[in-house]
């Protein structure tokens, strides 16, 4: 089983951050415009149609707002891994700023190189967007 794990800072509080991130069925809009170019909802499950054309079924297992967290698995769509468990998380981090964890479980071991370049790319295009928002005012 291969296991990609990302992490990077954004320059946004994480109230922010969480607040664009537990919207899941917008993650084309919140998250990683340009990127993802469709997400919708039926039931628990998000689809996700990627600008490579790219369409994954994701079951969405958790949204968990005291850890900041939210969790899923692909489970159908053009890309079919025998097994995917992700999560995100927000964290805090020095001035005002964010951590964001980004932990993916995949085999076959072939698909790694694949979902680690678009966790590459998704993790680039989420910091752009996320420091691009507005950032909440400081306490005091």
Known sequence: MA???KEFLIDNSPANVWEALR???AVHRRLVPGFVTDTRM???TRIVTFATGVVV???IVDIDDAARRVA???V???LAPKHHHASMQV???AEGRSRFVWTTDVTPDELADSIREMVEQGAHVMQNTLKATTRAPAAG
């Open 3 to 5: 296991h990609i794990h």
């Open 23 to 25: 919207e899941v069925g």
């Open 42 to 44: 039926e039931a628990d």
């Open 57 to 59: 079924h994701e079951l």
């Open 72 to 74: 899923y698995a692909v």
């Open 76 to 78: 159908g769509g053009s």
């Open 91 to 93: 964290l805090d981090a």
